[in-house]
């Protein structure tokens, strides 16, 4: 099966090509740059010098004759441009970027504050978040929307709440963190070292774009509240942990939800709960595609905090997308993925 990367330059499109190299049934066939074509992939990345591989203008036509599946690792505002001239092509495509996960356009008009994809293309992409609609997936879809680094950990920690119905209207906040390597490759004032070391910092206070994403799932669950949704940037480069706090609707016990918990996610193989009142770390992820989950039940308050963390860039962006193309393709959900955290 041969793949493709457009915006192989960008830190989602390197940690595809790592992931690629050793998948068992994927061969990059090529890589696509706008602004760096004729140039070896090791004149960026020096560190992927043992890939030499040169990178190509983006020709819808020629990617649909060179590729099966193709990655795109571009900015959002930027695949809306891209996906369809691609899927007019004929090309199967896996978008990394936010232009395809709002159903509804004037939503991404007003919290992306950007021109919104032609909606005939937006309602051909399917969301696909394995672990909770993998079934959207079907054997000729032709175009995957892949989900927000955010909304991956933040829903992946409340699903098995909200779907139970245990989570009350209303109650929903969720401070989350990431590391910078989560606001891509190219450098702003805000992500330069001298701003980010010793430092810790909100953004994007109830603006997020990822706000509608997950209401938008949660919705689907019947959860019609608004969520309280609030980023910060921490001075480290990968890992996302978002604590989530949520009042209960009925009266259980610390023993039924983790129970709940290891029934929702018994055959997962990315999500591992941790039990006994342990919650897990950026670190216990990182460069994985495991989404690693904690949860603690005040009973004074009647709150849960739950505490959901992956690697931005692998179950948050590359990885998630493998995880896609691989139930796309039949194979092994797992295939490629099978990668331990770096550790310590
Ligand atoms: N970083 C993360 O943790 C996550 C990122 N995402 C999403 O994935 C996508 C890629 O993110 P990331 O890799 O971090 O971003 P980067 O900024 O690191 O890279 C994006 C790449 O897009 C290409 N690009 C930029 N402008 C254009 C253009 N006008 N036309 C075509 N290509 C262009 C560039 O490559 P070149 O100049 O070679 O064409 C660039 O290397 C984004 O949509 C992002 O929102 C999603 C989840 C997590
Ligand atoms: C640390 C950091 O800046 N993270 C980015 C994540 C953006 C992203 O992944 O964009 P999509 O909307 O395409 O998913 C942010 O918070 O905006």
Redesign the pocket.
Known sequence: MKVGI??????????LLRILQSHPAFTIAAI?????QGKDITA?YPHLSHLSMT?DE?HPEAIAKQTDIVFL????G??A??APSLLKAGCTVID????FRLKNIEQYEKWYNKKPAPKEWVDQAVYAMPEINRSAIKQDTKFIS?P??YPTATLLGLAPVVQNKLAKEGSIIIDAK?GV??????ASFGTIYSELNENFKIYKVNQHQHIPEMEQMLSTWGYEAPITFSTHLVPMTRGIMSTIYVSLASSVDQAKIEQLYMEFYKDEPFIRIRNNNQFPATKEVFGSNYCDIGFLLDERTGRLTIVSVID??MK??AGQAVQNANILCGLDETAGLQLSPVYP
């Open positions: 457009i915006g192989a330059t960008g830190y989602g499109g390197a940690e696509y740059s706008s602004s760096q960026h990178l983006i690792g571009v900015p959002s930027i695949s441009e891209i990394l970027s936010g232009d892949n927000g680094c990431s390597s989560g606001a891509g490759q190219t931005n860039l948050g962006a």
